[in-house]
């Protein structure tokens, strides 16, 4: 690996420490669905966010609510002498990506079968404060 190759990939590296995500691999839903209460929170303060997960009637808003309060907890670790109230978390990031899909088939009529797709994806929420992004 060439030096400036191995610069860059090492600050790449200490930018990812700095940064509180969390991720959800291979959930049991399809990707547009899980876009639809993704787009609900995005650039939302968390605790908005939280309440809107909570009241909304969508499946897939459950596993959202875990996931956010997870990449909470993780950003809590990092900055543990930092308090919650005062740092406005918001959601910076939420991405939400294709998985791998099951493909079963079903008869139908006349000697026939047809595919279905059973579809999941992989959800990554980053969390920041904006009291750090300002100062």
Partial sequence: MGSRKKQMAEA???EKKQIAFAKLNNCPTSPRKMR???DLIRGEKAEKALSILRFS???ASRRLEKLVLSAIANWQAKNEDA???QADLFIKEIRVDGGTM???LRPAP???AHRIRKR???VTVVVDSLNKTQS
């Fill in 83 to 85: 308090d919650i109230e």
């Fill in 12 to 14: 790449i590296k200490a």
């Fill in 120 to 122: 999941s994806n992989h």
């Fill in 110 to 112: 006349q000697g026939r």
């Fill in 102 to 104: 099951l493909k079963r």
């Fill in 57 to 59: 009637p969508k499946e």
């Fill in 36 to 38: 639809l209460v993704a």
